[in-house]
């Protein structure tokens, strides 16, 4: 089944920061992006806190789900529940090189079995109606030619996958950290550029090293959509930058202070649940990225005796002096 919209930008799964608060700040920030949740393992979803795992505000949709496993019949059970949370799409981890990924047989490693990976796309797909999707590695340790993640595609793809996010490096399944896997192998869009060129009916989305307007820019020349990590946690603003640049948004916050007085509601709806304002605030840490005032926003956001009162206002008086200028978003490259 195809995706009611496309993957023009998307913020990729990463694990202990794409949480529902994560992706309720940045639907704030971006309405035309896809979100997803941070990687969850078959036997956490079947064996543990459902609800935990899978609660979601509506106004993050469209959000996806991104399932860690690799027996068939677990990911049915787990695509099953993700659509009866309401989840917009599955997205199956075959990009995750950690080692304790690797023990439990999946991610990266997969790219190794594709025929696997059909079995659990085709069970999913089985059991639910809302679209499955892959994220993938363009090759494992030092093998770089492009016949291997072509194969791995096409092998899928006759599936009736119809959308691959294509991770621009290599996973080294040995001797590297996960955060080296994230920067030593070398990015080679050019993978991805050629998977679009050979495959055009498929939906090619990049994802690695993307980190400014000027390379969202470059590679939708090549492909159909862009995956943004760390830039989009780190400097979150860019989220809004994109939406006016790329889809001629005038609805999003048109100043940081006017993210954060967005939030407000949603603040207060969490602390009068019994929440904390840590457990949202620290997703919103680089809002002021590069800006004046951002060190002290930094610095009061990380203060425990600051966040102590659980007072959202204190957050919207902050953001309002730091940007008291109001200014209007201005989008650079």
């Not at 956490?44 to 399932?67: C, I, K, M, S, T």
């Not at 950690?98 to 089985?126: H, I, N, W, Y």
């Not at 020349?221 to 603003?237: C, E, Q, S, T």
Request: proline share 6%; net charge neutral.
């Amino acid at each position: 089944m195809p995706n009611p919209l496309p993957h023009r930008l998307a913020v990729a799964p990463m694990m202990d920061w794409t949480d529902r608060h994560c992706r309720y700040f940045h639907r704030l920030l971006a309405r035309h992006a896809w979100l997803y949740t941070e990687m969850i393992t078959a036997g956490a979803l079947l064996h543990g806190d459902a609800a935990r795992h899978l609660a979601f505000d509506p106004a993050e949709q469209p959000v996806a789900v991104q399932l860690g496993g690799s027996e068939p019949d677990d990911l049915a059970a787990c695509a099953r529940l993700a659509e009866r949370w309401g989840y917009a799409e599955i997205n199956l981890n075959c990009g995750c090189p950690s080692e304790r990924v690797q023990r439990g047989a999946f991610g990266a490693c997969l790219m190794a079995e594709p025929e696997l990976v059909t079995d659990c796309v085709k069970a999913m797909q089985d059991a639910v109606s809302i679209p499955i999707t892959v994220k993938h590695r363009i090759g494992l340790d030092r093998r770089e030619e492009y016949g291997f993640v072509r194969g791995f595609v096409e092998t899928l793809a006759r599936a009736g996958c119809r959308t691959f996010f294509v991770h621009a490096r290599n996973a080294w399944l040995k001797g590297l950290s996960p955060k080296e896997n994230r920067e030593v192998p070398p990015l080679r869009y050019e993978v991805a550029h050629r998977l679009k060129r050979d495959l055009p009916e498929l939906e090619i989305v990049v994802n690695g090293g993307i980190a400014t307007l000027t390379d969202i820019d470059r590679e939708l020349r090549h492909v159909d959509g862009v995956m943004l990590g760390r830039a989009a946690y780190h400097d979150p603003w860019l989220l809004a930058a994109i939406d006016a640049r790329h889809f001629a948004a005038s609805d999003g916050p048109r100043t940081r202070a006017d993210a954060v007085r967005a939030m407000l509601p949603y603040l207060e709806r969490h602390i009068a649940a019994g929440g904390s304002l840590r457990q949202i605030t620290r997703h919103m840490l680089g809002l002021f990225h590069g800006q004046p005032g951002a060190r002290s926003w930094r610095r009061a956001l990380s203060d425990p005796d600051w966040l102590a009162s659980d007072d959202p206002s204190l957050l919207v008086e902050l953001a309002r002096e730091i940007d008291a200028a109001d200014r209007p978003l201005v989008v650079h490259a």
